[in-house]
């Protein structure tokens, strides 16, 4: 979970990190909810970004925010960030330069195990976005 701030407004929301999210700073690409929640910020400028070195699309540039990683015993340390939109995302999206930034260190993606740099080194912390089945299981329908 994050806490997306800017200005005097704050919302709290579900954010993937996505180290394939490299797009040269701390970016976080903001979900529909955090978009409303946060009044309609005014767009900057379009900005066309290629990802992954293959996908080319515009997004929307709303100005900095500052994001925070939430868990149930601890509040990681705040990093600002440019704020990107989209319309679409059901989940914030975290890039690479921003989960440096904030302090998250990523120990095995597919499990979904992580920690911040500053925890204790046998302190594993778990993802609360777990996928609901696995591909294989998609395959057999």
Do not use: H
């Amino acid at each position: 979970m994050v806490r997306i701030g800017r200005g005097s407004r704050t919302v709290d929301d579900l954010a993937k990190i996505n180290t394939g999210f490299s797009v040269g700073g701390p970016v976080i690409l903001i979900s529909d909810n955090v978009y409303e929640k946060l009044g309609r910020p005014k767009t900057i400028r379009r900005i066309r970004l290629s990802l992954a070195g293959y996908v080319k699309a515009e997004y929307d540039y709303l100005g900095k925010c500052e994001v925070q990683v939430l868990t149930d015993d601890k509040m990681g340390s705040t990093a600002e960030a440019y704020m990107l939109y989209r319309m679409g995302k059901p989940y914030s999206l975290i890039s690479d330069e921003l989960t440096d930034r904030l302090g998250v260190q990523i120990l095995a993606p597919g499990e979904g195990l992580w920690r911040f740099r500053d925890d204790p080194p046998d302190r594993v912390r778990t993802t609360v976005f777990k996928p609901k089945g696995r591909f294989e299981d998609l395959l057999k329908e």
